[in-house]
């Protein structure tokens, strides 16, 4: 018998997608500010490739977010929704903390 359809893994998606995207975002500018870093003279010749090395994680971290949420949006396969919402904390812990919350008590309602 299948579970109530409820709001909370429709809003979690949501939310893990809109973190993802911000993690995305703030990953170019990781990238972004890394190059620049690297051409000023008074920085640091090791700060362009720290900036750039913390983009790495951030980047996987945004995708796992955005393919987590695209899961929970369908009610499918609830550990990656899950793994996506604990991804999504990191560029947004609002966000990913409702996230979490959302789609742990929806398990239910999944495949």
């Known amino acids: 018998m299948a579970a109530k359809k409820t709001w909370m893994p429709t809003t979690a998606g949501i939310l893990d997608i809109v973190a993802g995207s911000f993690g995305l975002i703030f990953s170019l500018m990781f990238v972004f500010m890394g190059g620049i870093l690297r051409a000023v003279p008074d920085v640091p010749p090791f ?28 009610r499918k396969i609830w550990g990656l ?5 604990i991804a ?15 789609t742990a008590l929806s398990k239910n309602e999944f495949e």
């Not at 720290?50 to 369908?74: E, K």
């Not at 929704?81 to 919402?85: D, E, H």
């Not at 812990?93 to 919350?101: K, M, Q, R, Y």
């Open 47 to 74: 700060m362009g490739p720290v900036f750039m090395g913390m983009a790495g994680p951030f980047i996987i971290l945004s995708i796992l977010a955005i393919v987590g949420g695209i899961y929970a949006l369908q």
């Open 81 to 85: 929704a899950l793994a996506g919402s």
């Open 88 to 102: 999504a904390f990191f560029p947004s812990w609002p966000l990913g903390a409702a996230a979490i919350v959302f």
